[in-house]
């Protein structure tokens, strides 16, 4: 180093400030190209081609300690070889679980999309941030053609729109900016002076709704959770009377949030009748159709949503159904007014300058809370231009009826037993071992069963053949949530899902 040093120093106008050389470059590009270009084949060998083999594991299972050891995560002084580096990125992607994996059940997202990936790989090369025109031109106006396609299959005439960083945070915008309709004054002032403010949302509602109401100062018992039926829809009727007891306890009712696919058994509230009791009582109705969403694209499932073209915001995660991939999440607005703008801005005279020599109505970055923003909605836009509306509503389609077959052959098959008949594209279910069959029904019985999900789930990740989530619920013991989501899985994987189960169970 100390010879390099000397030779750039003897060289014409080297400049030497605080003993650091600005001349010329400190990085070596063509040694980056190079690392670049080998790190994108071990890509496309160990990911983008295997993602369809199902002959290969799910995860390759470590225990925590020990994959720290494999992994060498020590950050040290001197850098390492490239070489090394490498071996890393194939390792990150051996021990990491392969959610493009046919057999990948565990969440509600799943597969891959190449021209999704594809848009990734650009924008992670171009590493643009999303707030002003004049340095992401094209991804600013991708997000405003795709908010406005989102808009007309929502329904509304027009409407605003922001892609955030997680339907969690889409929620928290919508209760946020209920409440700024509610008082605007709050902006200024904060939350002294202010009545009791109370939302409503149902006992399925995602948690994001109790950490939104938390995290804005509302307060989780500010949120009352309405009665949902057996199928966890939200009971109008239950609404209606914790909004008269709201009112007579003296506080403000001001927002109500339905979900539209509740995350463990897929249930779409009565928008319709939801959106009747908030215009009776002026509440603003927020609709988090994260999971559900997707199904506004399909002529044949949109009627699960029916209704919510009623609602004044809705939460729309096409990372999850349509692959657009994580994170592409979107918070839609009725109201075209400016009240996003008016809500969030902080007018910041270095970013957001009034006298550019372009239209500054398309620097949109004052909507967000945030100021650094990926261009989340380009991944969704080359996929939709690539696949169509049609291709997106094939998608749609197929998981639904690859859900429908697989709650078909559980009613065939001895020891497995439904929930209740799903709706969407989430299949609750217990798997009954032999041993258990033939005990009598009661709290040994269930006692029993509740161990059975996680002794199969932890064998079924130790042998990588699959993934599968469970849960409790609401006073049901643990049971298998199995979500159909990727265009390459088949009614083979359908049948392989039951098969597994059963080996890996045969003597429990």
């Known amino acids: 180093v100390g010879v390099c040093k000397q030779e750039m120093l003897q060289k014409k106008n080297a400049v030497l400030v605080d003993g650091v050389i600005l001349n010329g470059p400190i990085m070596d590009s063509k040694a980056g190209e190079k690392f670049v270009e080998e790190a994108c084949k071990i890509i496309m060998e160990e990911v983008v081609q295997k993602a369809d083999d199902v002959t290969e594991k799910v995860c390759e299972w470590q225990a925590p300690e020990k994959l720290k050891q494999i992994l060498d995560l020590e950050m040290r002084d001197t850098g390492e070889c490239h070489q090394k580096i490498l071996q890393l990125c194939r390792d990150v992607i051996k021990y990491s679980v392969k959610t493009n994996h046919p057999r990948f059940f565990n969440q509600l997202y799943a597969g891959i999309d190449y ?293 078909e052959e559980i009613k065939k098959r001895e020891g497995f037993q439904l929930l209740l008949e799903p709706e969407y594209a989430n299949v609750c279910f217990w798997y009954i071992p032999p041993s258990l069959r033939k005990m009598e029904d009661g709290p040994e019985f269930w006692q029993k069963l509740h161990q059975v999900a996680p002794v199969i789930k932890e064998r079924m990740m130790k042998k990588g053949s699959m993934m599968l989530g469970y849960q409790p619920h609401r006073g049901k013991v643990n049971f298998f949530r199995q979500v159909v989501i990727s265009p390459q899985v088949s009614r083979e994987d359908m049948d392989f899902l039951l098969d597994e189960i059963q080996l890996l169970a045969k003597d429990l």
């Open 115 to 407: 021209y999704s990936l594809v848009a990734r790989f650009i924008t992670e090369a171009l590493n643009p941030s999303v707030y002003t025109y004049e340095v992401s031109p094209v991804f600013l106006l991708v997000e405003e053609a795709v908010i406005k396609k989102m808009i007309e299959f929502i329904g509304w005439e027009e409407g605003d729109g922001i892609f955030n960083p997680g339907g969690s945070v889409s929620n928290m915008y919508a209760m946020n900016l209920a409440r700024y309709k509610f008082c605007p004054e709050i902006k200024e002032k904060g939350l002294s002076g202010l009545p009791r403010l109370v939302l409503f949302a149902s006992e399925e509602c995602h948690y994001s709704m109790k950490k939104a109401a938390s995290f804005l100062g509302i307060g989780t018992e500010n949120v009352y959770f309405i009665k949902t039926d057996d199928r966890g829809k939200m009971i109008p009727e239950e609404l209606e009377k914790q909004v008269q007891r709201a009112r007579k306890e003296g506080s403000a009712p001001f927002l109500v949030c339905a979900t539209a696919g509740t995350t463990v058994l897929g249930a779409f509230d009565p928008l319709d009748k939801i959106a009747d009791i908030c215009e009776k009582h002026g509440l603003w109705l927020h609709v988090d159709a994260s999971w559900g969403g997707s199904a506004l694209i399909s002529r044949k499932h949109r009627r699960l949503l029916y209704g919510i073209h009623r609602a004044d915001s809705v939460a729309w995660n096409p990372h999850k159904m349509l692959l657009a991939g994580i994170q592409c999440c979107a918070l839609l607005v009725k109201d075209n007014s400016g009240l996003l703008k008016r809500c969030y801005s902080a007018e910041a005279a270095y970013l957001f300058q009034q006298d550019k020599f372009y239209d500054v109505s398309y620097d949109t970055g004052d909507k967000s809370i945030q100021c650094s923003r990926r261009p989340d909605a380009f991944k969704f836009w080359l996929m939709w231009k690539a696949l169509g509306t049609l291709g997106l509503e094939e998608r749609v389609n197929r998981a639904l009826a690859l859900a429908r077959y697989l709650v």
